[in-house]
Structure formats: C-alpha cells, structure tokens
C-alpha cells in the first residue's frame, strides 16, 4: 500500500500600502504569484521539511525601507528591495509541520523609477523584485560571481513561467563598438 504524498501549503501574507494600491491595480496579487512561483521552482530540487510554510511580503514606502535599510544593513538609502529570513521551524527541535521563511520588503518609488530606467512595466518589475527576496529567503545569495550568475539563470526561469521576460537581457547583450575612426592628426613633415 503506497502512501500519497504530503500536500504542501504555502501561506503567503501581503501587506499593501495605500501609495501602491494607487500605483498598481493588483499589487497582492502579482505578489502571490510571484512568490508562489519562486517557492516552487525551488521545492522541486530542495524539498522542504514543513508542511506549512509562511512568509510575508509587504509593500511600502521608501521611507520605511529607508529605516530598515540603515538600521539592519547600516544603508541610511532606500533600496528596492529587502528579505528578512526568520528560519523558525528549520532546527531539529522545531516543529516540522511548520516554518515560517521570513519577510520580503519592497519600497514603491525606488522600484517604479527602476521600472521607468529600465523601461518595463511596474508590474513586472514588481514580480521580479519577489521572486528576487523569496529567493534569497530560501538561502540565494549574489555575494560573489558564480552565486549572483545561478541566482539570476534562476531568476529568469522563474520569471518565464509567469510570462515575464528576461530582466537580465539588456544588460547581457554583446557591446557594439563604434568602428575605428581614421587619425586626424596631421603628419609632421
């Protein structure tokens, strides 16, 4: 007699200021999504323990991750986006039902005028950032080369399967030089 295998859920909590809610029709929503996406893609090679996994992503201001920014990172800037990971739940102590990642912050105007610089939508943009923090949630980082590429070749995979294009491929495309120009410089005779 084969057993069926544990369902998982995933409790994603979104905590929206009015200042987004203006900005984007259904910021909790692309949260979600985001979120979800980045979850699975990762629980397909790392299989997690929890039966329940929670995590919070709050949408606010610059000036709220401001604060953060200084007081955790000794950043006093606002940046676009912050992860907090908790890790409750992970230790052998712990009860393995549950755990709870952590948290993923994301300032509005930082990240819209990224969106404008980079000329993509807000939407997307948004969704990347998530994907972004989950990520680092679940033990990514880009502190050096081989870690920021993995992460990234993760990041676009996930992003694919939401519809999003690669955020990375501008800055990946082959630089055109400008050809050579003939010397001006007169000849000494």
């Known amino acids: 007699m084969s057993r069926a295998p544990k369902m998982q ?6 905590a929206v200021a009015a200042e987004w809610k203006r900005t984007l029709r259904t910021p909790a929503a ?50 676009d986006v912050l992860s907090f990971p908790a890790w409750l739940g992970s230790g052998p102590e712990a009860d393995a039902r549950e755990a709870i990642l952590g948290d993923v912050v994301v300032a509005r105007a930082t990240s819209a005028r990224d969106a404008k610089a980079e000329q993509k939508p807000l939407e997307e943009h948004l969704a990347h950032l998530v994907v972004h923090g989950v990520l680092h949630l679940l033990g990514y980082d880009h502190e050096n080369d081989s870690d920021a ?9 996930i992003l694919k399967t ?19 120009r003939k010397s001006s410089a007169r000849k000494k005779s």
């Open 9 to 14: 859920i995933l409790i994603i909590d979104v």
């Open 30 to 79: 692309i949260c979600r999504r985001a979120a979800a996406a980045a979850f699975e893609a990762v629980a397909k090679t790392r299989k997690p323990r929890a039966r329940t996994v929670e995590l919070a992503i709050v949408l606010t201001s610059d000036a709220a991750v401001k604060r953060l920014n200084a007081l955790y990172r000794g950043k006093n800037k606002p940046t």
């Open 149 to 157: 590429r993995a992460m990234e070749r993760l990041e676009i995979s």
């Open 162 to 180: 939401l519809g999003i294009t690669n955020p990375y491929y501008a800055r990946d495309l082959p630089v055109k030089r400008a050809p050579a």
